[in-house]
């Protein structure tokens, strides 16, 4: 009778344990939690480097000098001069994101580049003594610029194209001797454009991203007042300018993807 009562006490044990074990409560502050998805949108702000090439077509330098000297229109046919740039720039840039359906990204930035891109070429001058010519100096101090971008965002990747307006500070100079008198012509000039451009971006860690970015600026036509202060002689020459500048950045997403 005894191992009877024995064998039901713990028949009903191990029937009752799993049971309360099932009626035990889940501790859901214990489980682990998904970690929330990386989104692009974001301001953020940065500095990048990089490389410039530039071409400036000066006409008519020729003109300029000649006409001056002589005081009269005596200069024939048309000269344009074609300088080639390049050199560094270097600078910082601002924008916002927002990553929207769910992978495509617009946003707007605003950037500015100094830079040392410096070139000449020389022009002869047929009216004046054997061998004289005149130096054709640009250089381009700085290039701002606001764009609208998009883009398409793979996790931390981005794949943009970009384009807006543009301005070049520039400064040109006119150099050498004519009938045997020194002249150095100079001018300032801020050249409005546009610019196109697109590039790739990789958010690395935390906050903070870099990039690899091509730009293209076109400055078109613009008249530049050159002045001769020693010679007391001015004219206009036209100018014509383009930019492509490729520069590596990394920026710092103040409300960042995690």
């Known amino acids: 009778m005894k191992k009877l009562l024995v064998g039901a006490a713990l028949c009903s044990l191990s029937i009752a344990g799993p049971a309360r074990a099932a009626d035990m409560p889940i501790n859901v502050a214990n489980a682990p939690l998904a970690a929330p998805a990386f989104t692009w949108t974001s301001c953020y702000l940065g500095a990048h480097a990089g490389g410039g090439l530039g071409s400036s077509a000066v006409t008519d330098p020729v003109q300029l000098v000649q006409d001056s000297f002589l005081g009269a229109p005596v200069t024939t046919g048309v000269t344009t001069a074609n300088v080639s740039l390049s050199g560094v720039v270097a600078g910082g ?8 359906a769910p992978s495509w990204v617009i946003g707007i930035e605003g950037a500015a580049s100094g ?68 002249f150095d012509f100079e001018g300032l000039d801020s050249h409005y454009g546009w610019t196109a451009g697109g590039g790739i971006e990789w958010a690395f860690s935390g906050s903070w991203s870099a990039n690899l970015e091509y730009d293209y600026y076109q400055f078109g036509h613009d008249s530049v007042l050159m002045s001769d202060s020693v010679n007391v002689l001015s004219g206009l020459v036209d100018i014509k300018q383009s930019v492509q500048i490729v520069k590596a950045g990394v920026n710092f997403h103040i409300w960042g993807g995690r």
Request: charged residues 15%; glycine residues 16%; contains cysteine.
């Open 93 to 100: 840039q601002m924008g916002c994101d927002y990553q929207f």
């Open 115 to 182: 830079s040392n891109m410096k070139g000449s070429t020389s022009v002869g001058l047929p009216l004046g003594l054997p061998g004289e010519t005149a130096l054709v100096t640009a250089k381009t101090d700085f290039i701002p610029s606001v764009t609208a971008r998009f883009g398409y965002a793979v996790d931390r990747w981005l794949l943009y194209v970009k384009g807006g307006g543009a301005l070049a500070g520039d400064e040109y100079s006119i150099t050498g001797t004519f009938t045997g008198v020194p």
